[in-house]
């Protein structure tokens, strides 16, 4: 076991993308009902609310309850508190939150933990959790 590395973290997340991409695509179905077919309004606080709010929850949710999403799991990866333990909602929440603050500035957040000591992002610093990669057995 060790701490994630970038490219793990980058695959990982396009993998979680394109589910979650899909999950909002399903959310939006009820908004088009609402406007009988019409298109759905994406400047709509209402709408682009909804959205990060799916957002959150299948993120936090997952990190919360089994440690990894479905694109950590397909790359070895979980979600650890800094000793090694499952992390809270608190965590998970401060997790989401700053890992958009370490998007904003270009990456950079992310981009940090090339020059980390201890390979992490500044949201792994901030939540006190980090991506710890298990390679699966051979076997």
């Known amino acids: 076991m060790s701490n994630a590395t970038l490219k793990r973290r980058l695959v990982s997340i396009i993998y979680d993308s394109l589910l979650i991409l899909a999950v909002m695509i399903i959310s939006t179905l009820p908004f088009i009902a609402i406007r009988y077919g019409d298109a759905v309004e994406t400047?709509?606080?209402?709408?682009?609310?909804?959205?990060?709010?799916?957002?959150?929850?299948?993120?936090?949710?997952?990190?919360?309850?089994?440690?990894r999403t479905l694109g950590m799991q397909s790359w070895g990866l979980r979600l650890e508190t800094l000793d090694g333990y499952k992390p809270n909602i608190m965590q998970c929440s401060i997790r989401f939150f700053a890992a958009i603050f370490s998007l904003i500035p270009f990456g950079l957040g992310f981009w940090w933990q090339i020059i980390d000591k201890n390979n992490l992002s500044w949201h792994d610093r901030i939540s006190r959790t980090k991506l710890s990669h298990y390679p699966r057995n051979k076997n």
Do not use: A, D, K, R
């Open 43 to 67: 400047n709509s606080s209402y709408y682009q609310l909804t959205l990060f709010i799916i957002i959150y929850f299948f993120l936090v949710g997952f990190w919360s309850i089994s440690g």
